[in-house]
């Protein structure tokens, strides 16, 4: 097959209690790379990658992370539309759709005429739609989703795929959200159980939430938080979906954090939520907005839970927020935000 020793590569990244484990090996020969992950998940690459789709939205802002945005040729309608998206990445607005709506959706006839190196998506494809793509030589780079621990390990797998520099990317952002973590965790130690700050999270709409296990439980464990909704959605296989006001109103939480800044906008003006500790002093936020939402399986979460964190107990974590936001996409994109820009990403209008 032509390939060398000196080619092959293997890496085992451990953090928290999860292990990732990868190994590529170059084809000379061929001018391909195979990347094995998940233990068994095995994907053929160009040994440089020039064609980028994804159909999974929070994904791009890890692709433009790792240097590779420019080389997104098909994208969601979410993230094309983005004004903050394509300032830091400007040749978005000319990306196709690689969706007509959720992964089940995504487009076979237009992917196999861009023809992409790699599809980026979340869970698996339709069995039909992963055979058309595959008999066109399209890998299809599917990923866990929805939990901290799988956006960690994709990023890195990501990193994998694109090569030596983007790897080293990825391993810069997994030592700087580790170190986050332990930043967040040194500053909570020995926090009473009864001074933890109960919130609810609104997740799209006003009445729409998340429990355990989820990406959301996640980073609020991180900042500290209690989520009123953790067991609301034991035994029905979905941690994430819609409740009623009373049940927010029975749990009286502390604070409130709306996806959506219009959501948050309608909670502090909806008279059914107004004697809800969180509205009555005035603690209900817009969650922050970047290249994409913080909250979701973005790059960005790794900012997440040190904001969360920062707003719960600013007694115990004194953080300039400001600073630590431009500091941040200084580093990883590059990018110097603008005073506004950064007023913006911490406090979205909508």
Known sequence: MGITSAALRRAVLAFGVLTVSFCAQADEVSGKRSVTYYGSTTLTVPERVTRIATAWEAQNSIIAMLGYGDKIVATTRIVRDMPVFRKFVPSIKDAELASLGGMADVDVERLLLLRPDILFIAGALPPAKQTQLASGGIAVAAFRANSMDALLERTLITGELFGPAALAKAHAFRDYFEANKARV????????????????????????????????????????????????????????????????????????????????????????????????????????????????????????????????????????MAAETRAFYKQFYGYDLTEAETADFLRPAN
């Open 185 to 320: 965790a040194k500053a909570l130690a020995g926090l009473p159980a009864e001074k933890r700050l109960k919130i609810y999270l609104a997740q799209g709409s006003p009445t729409a939430t998340s429990g355990r296990p989820s990406l959301n439980q996640d980073w609020m464990d991180l900042g500290g938080a209690i989520n009123v909704a953790e067991h609301w959605f034991e035994g029905i296989g979905n941690a994430t979906g819609r409740v009623t006001v009373e049940r927010v109103i029975e749990a009286d939480p502390d604070v409130i954090i709306a996806m959506r800044a219009s959501d948050a906008e309608e909670i502090r003006s909806d008279p059914r939520w107004k004697g809800i500790k969180a509205v009555r002093e005035g603690r209900v936020y817009a969650n922050p907005r970047g290249m994409f939402w913080w909250c979701r399986e973005t790059s960005e979460e790794a900012l997440q839970f040190l904001w969360l964190a920062s707003i719960l107990y600013p007694d115990r974590l004194n953080v300039d």
